[in-house]
């Protein structure tokens, strides 16, 4: 049997950590099996899903690499099949028309609430003939779910779970105006794709003991089932903005790397040991759904940005200077010319060790873009005092006469000039920072200087403006 997994969001809003991390499961399980990973976008309902959030889908699952097998399905160009299967179950004598009023329903529910009993249709024309039927009323179709006995799943996550058949009414498949329902339209997409394995939500169990009648009932197979523990916030509560889970698409903005977020959502929930630097390459060996945990898994994000920070570390650093170009096209609007670029790279070691965030890195590179006279932020500029630019000034005719620019020399100079002058180091060295990047935080000084060139440098101290 070929595995075959799919993904199946609803675009009514943006694509969040949880479905991103379901996503990956189902990429992952297929990819581990030799199969196919499936993309179904859930569109069926129509007051709330936008165009924006099914560009959001597909947007954000190319950035992350989740390609999908086969042109993705859109729910609702399949409702004349959903409409035909319901139809044949009503036929079979599995499903049956029912006239209920929206008063009755109420009145249903508000009779159980005072029997302290869920609220559920009671199944009033389940047996009744059509010709009961009251005028002028279109009927929805109800699957016949069974009264007696319980459902029973087993589940791949969380073991074998059931649930006694009373507390399951006979829920809608066709509505009034026979579009079909959520329930029914998950169930044919499903068999009609050849989904052999459900990875989704443990949110969902209660719908997976509902769709597991209609497959009964037609005489389908029923995929194996993988229910995955909900993500929480580090408070234990449920995750939301406030945690820091926002659409996918907003840590790409951020500055989060694409092999961060994978890492990151991957060990969320499952585990191999205690590894936890995981590459692409690597979990597709090693993912299995056996090591998926039962408990929820917690969303910390500055785990998240610790994670972010290891990965740019040891990351290539022509990639890096590529993410700081787009960082600047996309978001500044700034295009770097070649020999900005080059000095970007050439000082690349010096920033990527500091950074947590490609943001963060494209920032701390602003002063190999700058030229002279460069702007001063305001420590740099509370450091830049009349003393200390004098200061520099006057170390400034001494490193003009420096032949060798390498931070070998330019550090043996410094030294040099404060041992003779009696200066502390500090005291030169924190006004020289700041002269040359504006900044109060940099990579190595002397490092730095050697990378701007000598001519920079001197240009960017002579042009002290405070």
């Avoid at 002058?421 to 940099?442: D, F, Y």
Wanted: neutral net charge; hydrophobic residues 35%.
């Amino acid at each position: 049997m070929k595995v075959i997994t799919r993904f199946a969001p609803s675009p009514t809003g943006y694509l969040h950590i949880g479905g991103v991390r379901t996503a990956l499961f189902n990429w992952l399980f297929a990819k581990n099996n030799n199969g196919l990973f499936k993309l179904r976008i859930e569109d069926t309902d129509v007051k709330r899903s936008t165009q924006e959030a099914k560009e959001a889908i597909i947007k954000g699952l190319k950035w992350l690499q989740l390609d999908w097998d086969e042109d993705e399905v859109y729910q609702s160009k399949r409702i004349k099949r959903h409409k035909e299967i319901g139809n044949e179950l009503l036929k079979l004598g599995h499903a049956y028309k029912c006239y209920c009023s929206p008063e009755e329903l109420t009145e249903m529910r508000e009779q159980a609430r005072k029997e302290k009993r869920a609220p559920r249709y009671n199944g009033k024309w389940r047996d009744k003939d059509d010709s009961e039927a009251p005028n002028n009323v279109k009927p929805v179709i109800r699957i016949k779910c069974p009264q007696a006995g319980s459902t029973e799943i087993n589940d791949i996550v969380q073991g074998n779970i059931s649930i006694k058949n009373n507390e399951l009414d006979d829920f809608i498949i066709l509505r009034s105006d026979g579009t079909p329902t959520y329930m029914l339209s998950v169930v044919v997409d499903d068999y009609d794709m050849g989904v052999t394995h459900v990875i989704r939500g443990d949110d969902h169990f209660t719908n997976t003991f509902r769709q597991q009648h209609i497959y009964n009932a037609l005489n389908w197979p029923l995929p194996k089932y993988a229910h995955i523990p909900l993500i929480h916030g580090m408070d234990g509560g449920k995750l939301s903005k406030r945690h820091g889970a926002l659409g996918v698409d907003s840590y790409d903005d951020m500055g989060y790397l694409q092999e961060t977020m994978l890492n990151y959502l991957l060990r969320l929930g499952w585990s191999h040991g205690d590894k936890e630097i995981i590459s692409r390459e690597e979990a597709i060996k090693l993912f299995n759904l056996d090591s998926i945990g039962k408990s929820s898994a917690k969303f910390d994000i500055e785990r998240l940005t610790s994670l972010n920070a290891y990965y740019i570390e040891n990351k290539n650093n022509e990639d890096l200077v590529t993410a700081v170009k787009n960082y600047y096209t996309n978001k500044k609007n700034i295009n770097i010319d070649n020999e900005d670029l080059t000095l970007i790279l050439n000082g690349m070691n010096g920033l990527k060790s500091r950074a947590r965030t490609i943001n963060e890195l494209a920032e701390m590179c602003s002063f190999y873009i700058e030229k002279a006279p460069i702007t001063l932020d305001k420590k740099s500029k509370k450091v830049l005092n009349d003393d200390n630019i004098s200061a520099l000034k006057l170390y400034y005719k001494q490193l003009l006469k420096l032949e060798e620019w390498n931070k070998i020399k330019i550090e043996e100079d410094i030294k040099m000039y404060c041992q003779e002058n009696n200066i502390n180091l500090g005291k030169l060295a924190q006004p020289l920072r700041a002269a040359i990047t504006g900044k109060a935080v940099s990579p190595g000084l002397y490092e730095l200087m050697e990378v701007l060139g000598k001519s920079e440098t001197l240009a960017r101290i002579i042009n002290i403006n405070n």
